[in-house]
């Protein structure tokens, strides 16, 4: 058996971890993985070797200010909007050579709706997605703006997770990064409306049957696309870190073969 290639980029001062499988004939394409809030990279790292396996070249960034990329000094960071991480992912998506498919967790689900109002896509896939204002605020109240967001163990716990072991919960909790302010509040807000019919790429929209967090429900996110969800029963909402949720991986590979263009 031949082993993955994993491979580092600095694109811009963002870190992109690439994998590849090199007994693979013909690509199918590439996937860049954009994380949710407080991740980086290694949010994906379980999947992406099932993606590379089966002929798509996946390519996880980390924001800035999230594991391996550039620093922001602190009155940039707390300013950080989402359309600014949106600009980062348009960044990488030019290095990872159109068109690409783009995979959004969470925030980064919101983030990747903007990308793909305004830059052609093979498909556009979302995993317990924070859904656009039309849906609605998620969030009655905001955080202070003078400091970054940060979560406790027992919150990531009860609010991400269905079923994890404290060992995989203290790796997490090493790896989490604080989280701008205004980025938080402006996609909990419900302010940021994204044009879903200047979307013209296949959408496939994915979550847990139940998620614990706040973010809008897959049903309602995938209603807006008029798509049907992929409901993943025994998840949390970072179902990527969790055993039931390994599965997910060959389904949305399974989705793109028959939908994402080439």
């Given at each position: 058996?031949?082993?993955?290639e994993?491979?580092?980029?600095d694109?811009?001062?963002l870190?992109?971890r690439e994998v590849r499988d090199?007994?693979?004939?013909?690509?199918?394409?590439?996937?860049v993985?954009?994380?949710g809030?407080?991740?980086?990279?290694w949010?994906f790292?379980?999947?992406?070797?099932?993606?590379?396996?089966?002929g798509?070249?996946?390519?996880a960034?980390?924001?800035?200010?999230?594991?391996?990329?550039?620093?922001?000094?602190?009155?940039?960071?707390l300013?950080?909007?989402?359309?600014d991480?949106?600009t980062?992912?348009?960044?990488?998506l030019?290095?990872?050579a159109?068109?690409?498919v783009?995979l959004?967790?969470s925030?980064?689900?919101l983030v990747?709706?903007?990308?793909?109002?305004?830059?052609?896509?093979?498909?556009?896939?979302?995993?317990?997605s924070?859904?656009?204002?039309?849906?609605?605020?998620?969030r009655?109240?905001?955080y202070?703006t003078?400091?970054?967001v940060t979560?406790t163990?027992?919150?990531a716990?009860e609010q991400?997770f269905?079923?994890?072991?404290?060992a995989?919960?203290d790796?997490?909790?090493?790896?989490?990064?604080?989280e701008s302010?205004?980025?938080?509040?402006?996609?909990?807000?419900?302010?940021i409306?994204i044009?879903t019919?200047?979307i013209h790429?296949?959408?496939?929209v994915?979550?847990?049957?139940k998620?614990h967090?706040?973010v809008?429900?897959?049903?309602?996110?995938?209603?807006?696309?008029?798509?049907?969800?992929?409901?993943?029963?025994?998840?949390g909402h970072?179902?990527?870190?969790?055993?039931a949720?390994l599965?997910?991986?060959s389904?949305i590979?399974?989705?793109?073969?028959?939908h994402a263009?080439?």
């Amino acid at each position: 058996m031949v082993a993955l290639e994993w491979t580092n980029h600095d694109v811009d001062g963002l870190l992109v971890r690439e994998v590849r499988d090199p007994a693979v004939i013909e690509e199918q394409g590439r996937i860049v993985l954009v994380p949710g809030s407080l991740h980086g990279w290694w949010a994906f790292e379980r999947w992406m070797p099932m993606f590379a396996e089966s002929g798509w070249t996946a390519l996880a960034m980390s924001l800035p200010n999230h594991t391996g990329s550039r620093a922001l000094a602190d009155a940039e960071y707390l300013a950080r909007t989402p359309e600014d991480y949106a600009t980062d992912v348009l960044t990488v998506l030019d290095h990872a050579a159109p068109p690409a498919v783009l995979l959004g967790h969470s925030m980064g689900g919101l983030v990747a709706q903007l990308v793909a109002e305004r830059h052609p896509l093979a498909a556009l896939v979302l995993v317990s997605s924070v859904g656009p204002g039309q849906l609605g605020p998620m969030r009655s109240t905001s955080y202070p703006t003078d400091r970054p967001v940060t979560i406790t163990r027992e919150e990531a716990r009860e609010q991400w997770f269905q079923h994890i072991s404290e060992a995989d919960l203290d790796t997490v909790m090493a790896r989490l990064s604080p989280e701008s302010p205004t980025v938080v509040n402006d996609y909990s807000a419900g302010t940021i409306y994204i044009d879903t019919g200047s979307i013209h790429c296949p959408v496939l929209v994915v979550g847990p049957e139940k998620d614990h967090t706040p973010v809008h429900d897959t049903r309602s996110v995938a209603s807006l696309y008029g798509v049907n969800p992929v409901l993943v029963p025994d998840v949390g909402h970072d179902l990527m870190l969790e055993d039931a949720g390994l599965p997910t991986a060959s389904t949305i590979t399974h989705w793109l073969d028959g939908h994402a263009r080439r």
